[in-house]
């Protein structure tokens, strides 16, 4: 049997990535340069959403088994994930 949080995250991730394989298929059917800059910049937005909530939904999967020490690096370490992405 799954586990239903891998279950869960799997799922997003599946989501995501037809998501993008529709988007790709979107831009070749648009055939326009600014019109692809506007389905790519959506695409933008939907990739950290599913990084945070997938990293979430680990999290809260394993929250038992984490010190709270090991909980604060985590959160350190996908902050500094989000700054590197948004930072320009």
Known sequence: MINKIVMSMASLRIISGSLEILAALLILRL?????ALLVNTGLAVVG???LLTTTTIGL???ADKLSW??????IVGVTCIFIGILKK
């Open 60 to 62: 809260i999967g394993i």
């Open 31 to 35: 055939n326009q340069v600014d019109k």
């Open 48 to 50: 950290p959403i599913v």
């Open 69 to 74: 020490g090991k909980f604060a690096w985590v």
